[in-house]
T-cell receptor, first 115, second 112 residues
Framework: GNSVTQMEGPVTLSEEAFLTINCTYTATGYPSLFWYVQYPGEGLQLLLKATKADDKGSNKGFEATYRKETTSFHLEKGSVQVSDSAVYFCAPLRYRGGSNYKLTFGKGTLLTVNP | NAGVTQTPKFRVLKTGQSMTLLCAQDMNHEYMYWYRQDPGMGLRLIHYSVGEGTTAKGEVPDGYNVSRLKKQNFLLGLESAAPSQTSVYFC???????????FGSGTRLTVV
């Protein structure tokens, strides 16, 4: 099967602090990996992705590296801003043959950044 | 702007009532999805479609039906609403699963 374990929140940081949100997954295949972000009152937006081992996805100062050996895809940002306050979701996508894909979402991590 | 549009944005239903949620995308995407989001549960897949005229069950399909008569529209129906269906519903679409999904802004449904 395919499941994802995501660091539980809430996470509260001061502006310019370093952020890590851990994500590990179990998969019988080798999935593509995504991070989505949900700002208050909005739908999810794709933040970054990686489609094969050792790929690094990056966007808006966020980064995550696809680590096949540890089945992890941790999200990091060197200096968070108040505007980064949101819920972050890790989501592995596994291909199961034919047109059958399965995207599984973690439970989400609420990040609050204080000025 | 191109994207995924969900209607309505908010709705309150009485137990036993029916309703249809509409999802429309103007990106010519093949694949469309309905999710529900509940506190502490992340997103759970209700139904999905891999093309016009096709539908399939997701993780939590009971109590819901869907139709994809036109490529751009994916309808989610509740025939007899129950309080357990109180949730925020999100529609998503994509042309290629490896590119990521585009989500709508959600429908907040309350069943009393």
């Amino acid at each position: 099967g395919n499941s994802v374990t995501q660091m539980e929140g809430p996470v509260t940081l001061s502006e310019e602090a370093f952020l890590t949100i851990n994500c590990t997954y179990t998969a019988t295949g080798y999935p593509s990996l995504f991070w989505y972000v949900q700002y208050p009152g909005e739908g999810l937006q794709l933040l970054l992705k990686a489609t094969k081992a050792d790929d690094k996805g990056s966007n808006k100062g966020f980064e995550a590296t696809y680590r096949k050996e540890t089945t992890s895809f941790h999200l990091e940002k060197g200096s968070v801003q108040v505007s980064d306050s949101a819920v972050y979701f890790c989501a592995p996508l596994r291909y199961r043959g034919g047109s059958n894909y399965k995207l599984t979402f973690g439970k989400g991590t609420l990040l609050t950044v204080n000025p | 702007n191109a994207g995924v549009t969900q209607t309505p944005k908010f709705r309150v239903l009485k137990t036993g009532q029916s309703m249809t949620l509409l999802c429309a995308q103007d990106m010519n995407h093949e694949y469309m999805y309905w999710y529900r989001q509940d506190p502490g549960m992340g997103l759970r897949l209700i139904h999905y479609s891999v093309g016009e005229g096709t539908t399939a069950k997701g993780e939590v399909p009971d109590g819901y039906n869907v139709s994809r008569l036109k490529k751009q529209n994916f309808l989610l129906g509740l025939e007899s609403a129950a309080p357990s269906q109180t949730s925020v519903y999100f529609c998503a679409s994509t042309e290629d699963r490896n590119y990521g999904y585009t989500f709508g802004s959600g429908t907040r449904l309350t069943v009393v």
